[in-house]
C-alpha cells in the first residue's frame, strides 16, 4: 500500500511538473482603476497612509470558505491583525487563533454567530 502510495504521488508531482506554470487568470481591471501588483500600485500603497493598515492585515488574509461567509472571513482577519486573544483551535495546536470556524457557533452563544442566519440572508453557494 505504502509503495502504491508513493507512486501515485511520483506520478501527479511529475504530472504537474510537466504541465507547466499554472496561474490563475484574473480580469483586467477598467479604467481608473490601478492594479496592487502594478509598480504605480505598488507606489501608491507604500506613499499612503493607509500602507500601516494594510500590512497587519494582509498577513492574515484567510479567502471566504462560501460566499456566504464573507463578513466571518473579514472579522476573523480583523481580530487576529489585532492581536485579540484568540481560542484555541485543533487544527492549529498548540497556537490559538480565530478561523472562520470558531466564530461560528450552532446556539448563536454569545461571541457568535449562528450559520443559519448567515447564509439564510447571504445564501450557502
Not at 4 to 29: E, H, N, R, W
Not at 71 to 90: D, E, Q, R, Y
Request: with cysteine; glycine share 6%.
Amino acid at each position: 500500500m505504502r509503495v502504491l502510495t508513493l507512486i501515485l504521488k511520483v506520478v501527479c508531482l511529475s504530472l504537474c511538473l510537466t504541465i507547466g506554470p499554472v496561474s490563475a487568470q484574473p480580469l483586467p481591471l477598467p479604467e481608473p482603476l490601478i492594479s496592487l501588483n502594478s509598480d504605480r500600485g505598488s507606489r501608491l500603497l507604500l506613499e499612503s497612509e493607509a500602507n500601516r493598515a494594510y500590512w497587519p492585515l494582509s498577513i492574515q488574509f484567510v479567502t471566504q470558505k462560501n460566499q456566504a461567509y464573507c463578513g466571518v472571513a473579514s472579522l476573523a482577519m480583523v481580530l487576529n491583525a489585532l492581536g485579540v486573544s484568540a481560542p484555541s483551535t485543533p487544527e492549529f495546536e498548540p497556537f490559538k487563533t480565530f478561523t472562520q470556524d470558531n466564530r461560528i457557533h450552532p446556539s448563536g452563544a454569545a461571541g457568535f454567530w449562528v450559520p443559519r442566519v448567515v447564509t439564510s440572508v447571504h445564501g450557502d453557494r
